[in-house]
């Protein structure tokens, strides 16, 4: 097991993650993440399945915390985990339908309070050839990079730490950043915590229910668009993002169809001696897409200008040293002030699964991301990309009107901006060109 020093205290987002569901009129908006495992194969029996992960749970220590107490007594408790009470089984109705009302039902349940807060149920009935492996825990003690971590601990080929597609590699090695990159840093960030408003509405006020909805898309796709405008492929997924709700604000939520879409971008940073601890290690970032119906190629240049600080080592070096060194009680203020009715917005995730999954010989041919969506928040998206497949988890505030169009939205968005990479036409060099003209204001 990692040792006790390569923790951190709990942070603020942590508590943040756990406190903000109690104020969740419904269960749809607790702080609940994870995924489903789609697996080709025989069905296994639970006890196999049981004495399989508890073989495995000595290298991963957020599977054996439980986060205890607030504020400055807020702490890591140890917590053996039973995996007769972790692991489970539920047979489900036939279809992918069937299957998708299991996760979402399980996504609801309560986590108990001496517990570690993860589980992993095998689901089985929904498929005549296989089954699926759904696990979920609490994001207050896993982010989406501890999810990768332990799903490669679990089902993966045993690679070292630094392998992990959840580790960071471009933080600098200078022990402490420059002032004056400190000083950019912080005007990016002051800049972007401004209110907008955008989904305050006294006459549609928002809920705690929630859709889940999933949609797919080749990874191709993203490569595609991202090779042919000089792009990151997150850069891609976000551009489909913001397509797709300005589209669809057009006609259902007009405040937010000309104004730049403030989106919570999460920023992983995670060393290779933190792999598997509990807590979140990563930095909410917000960026102002683009506002209103531009064309793609236009939407795309934008997107990548208002994203490019977030790609900066010495940016990343900067958070890393706001995460660790910064006292407890201004990073409680930073969130306390980012999460604010007026400032809390969406937020977009996207993680990479870079090495075969397995369950012995059954093989996991597709993996679904499981998305929260605080109280407050509108909706939140995740995208997980794993065997030349993208997989999104939209979770959607059910008092947004026609939101659940969004999910086919970005697709199409994603699908028309890869057929306008492929076109003959592209002049090189264009790309390059429209991505440095000024983009719009995020203020």
């Not at 994870?34 to 049981?50: F, K």
């Not at 979402?104 to 807060?117: C, G, S, V």
């Not at 999810?147 to 730490?161: D, H, K, Q, R, W």
Request: aromatic share 6%.
């Amino acid at each position: 097991m990692t040792e006790m020093h390569a923790f951190l205290a709990p942070s603020a987002a942590d508590l943040y993650l756990r406190d903000v569901e109690r104020r969740a009129e419904d269960p749809d908006a607790a702080s609940t993440i994870g995924a489903v495992l789609h697996v080709t194969g025989a069905v296994p029996e639970l006890p196999d399945l049981q004495e399989y992960v508890a073989a495995r749970l000595s290298r991963l220590p957020c599977m054996a915390h439980i986060l205890h107490g607030d504020g400055r007594q807020a702490q890591w408790v140890h917590a053996v985990p039973d995996t007769a009470h972790h692991v489970s089984a539920r047979r489900v109705g036939n279809g992918p339908e069937a299957l998708e009302a299991a996760v979402r039902d399980l996504a609801r349940e309560p986590w108990p309070k001496d517990a570690p807060a993860w589980r992993l149920v095998l689901l089985h009935g929904h498929l005549p050839d296989g089954f699926a492996l759904l696990y979920l825990t609490h994001h207050a003690v896993q982010d989406g990079g501890t999810i990768v971590a332990v799903l490669e601990a679990f089902f993966g080929p045993g690679v070292s730490a630094e392998r992990s597609a959840t580790v960071l590699r471009t933080i600098p090695a200078a022990p402490r950043p420059r002032l004056r990159q400190v000083l950019r840093s912080a005007a990016v960030l002051l800049r972007h915590v401004r209110k907008h408003h955008l989904w305050t509405s006294p006459s549609q006020p928002l809920s705690s229910r929630r859709r889940t909805l999933w949609v797919h898309a080749p990874a191709a796709w993203l490569r595609a668009a991202a090779r042919a405008s000089g792009t990151s492929t997150n850069d891609v997924y976000l551009t489909a993002l913001g397509h797709a709700i300005t589209e669809w604000a057009s006609a259902a939520w007009p405040r937010a169809a000309e104004a730049p879409i403030p989106v919570m971008i999460p920023v992983n940073l995670r060393t290779a001696d933190e792999l598997a601890v509990p807590g979140n290690r990563l930095f909410l970032t917000r960026v102002g897409l683009p506002a209103g119906l531009l064309p793609l190629a236009q939407r795309l240049a934008h997107t990548r200008t208002v994203t490019a600080t977030l790609k900066s080592p010495e940016h990343r070096a900067v958070l890393r040293a706001a995460l660790t060194r910064l006292p407890a009680w201004l990073l409680r203020r930073l969130v306390t002030l980012s999460t604010a009715p007026g400032r809390l917005t969406l937020a977009a995730s996207y993680l990479v699964m870079r090495h075969r999954l397995h369950y012995g010989d059954a093989v996991v041919n597709r993996i679904d991301p499981v998305m929260c969506c605080p109280p407050g928040a509108p909706l939140a998206v995740v995208m997980l990309v794993y065997a030349g497949e993208a997989s999104v988890c939209f979770r959607i505030d059910e008092a947004l009107p026609g939101a659940e169009s969004l999910p086919a939205r970005w697709r199409q968005a994603l699908e028309d901006l890869t057929a306008a990479g492929d076109r003959p036409t592209t002049r090189p060099g264009a790309a390059t060109a429209a991505a440095a003209a000024p983009g719009p204001s995020t203020k």
